[in-house]
């Protein structure tokens, strides 16, 4: 029987791996790590380290595969993730086949925390032989962004909203909330807000070495944080960050 698990690393940082996720690599049979290109390799060179650092089964495999390209460029959005997610799934289904077969156990491991804005659980569900799904929960961007910045994500009894960047700009500051968590925004849609009255704590690379932040209210710092995330981008040439927005006074 096929048993799939995704397990959350956390978002850059060894240490934030859980006993339960060191657990679950070493239990697997096989370990796919996933090639994002030239420009993404820091991803799968951390993977790699963290594989490294705690994999002690002499038994388990590690394998690496290129990961199809989402055409960025469709004008239906969720019609092009749709067909991405299926490409992936197949490409995952190849590489199961080829080194596994339809029993043992595969392992993936997944960037900050399955359950939030990563796609691999739906992708899981669109393979070929539905395997049976464990889930390693990880630290996420979130969490690490906060204790970046030493801040308490919600106010006293207050909600808040995690959205992403692209709904942020189409859709301007979210209605009942105060503040707001953005993530996956390719571009800083935080420019498309009125500034006045409005934090925003910033973070790209968190737990990395080269982790970059910047806080303060959004009409002194906005351009600031625009500078660095094109200058950090430039110089990886891949940036990951998110970022949280608060109104009225903090």
């Not at 038994?59 to 469709?74: G, I, K, Q």
């Amino acid at each position: 029987m096929l048993k799939l698990s995704l397990i959350g690393i956390g978002c850059g940082d060894p240490a934030y791996l859980t006993g339960k996720a060191i657990d679950a690599i070493n239990a697997a049979d096989l370990i796919l790590i996933p090639r994002k290109g030239e420009e993404k390799s820091d991803l799968a060179d951390l993977r790699r380290q963290i594989c490294a650092d705690v994999l002690t089964n002499e038994a388990t495999r590690m394998v690496e595969f290129d990961l199809p390209v989402r055409d960025s460029a469709r004008e239906n959005y969720r019609a092009g993730v749709d067909d991405w997610h299926d490409a992936v799934a197949a490409s995952w289904s190849r590489e199961i086949d080829k080194h596994l077969g339809k029993d043992g156990r595969v392992a993936l491991l997944i960037w900050g925390d399955p359950s939030l804005y990563d796609s691999s659980l739906r992708i899981a569900r669109r393979l070929e032989s539905l395997p049976t799904i464990e889930v390693i929960p990880g630290i996420t961007a979130i969490q690490a962004l906060c204790a970046a910045h030493a801040l308490s994500l919600n106010e006293i009894g207050e909600a808040f909203l995690v959205t992403t960047g692209r709904r942020l700009r189409e859709g301007g500051w979210p209605d009942g909330v105060d503040t707001v968590v953005v993530m996956l925004d390719g571009g800083t849609a935080f420019e498309a807000l009125e500034p006045e009255g409005i934090h925003i704590w910033w973070g790209a690379y968190l737990g990395m070495a080269d982790e970059i932040i910047h806080s303060g209210a959004l009409a002194d710092v906005g351009a600031t944080i625009v500078a660095a995330r094109r200058a950090a981008r430039e110089r990886h040439g891949w940036i990951m960050d998110c970022y949280i927005l608060k109104r009225g006074s903090v």
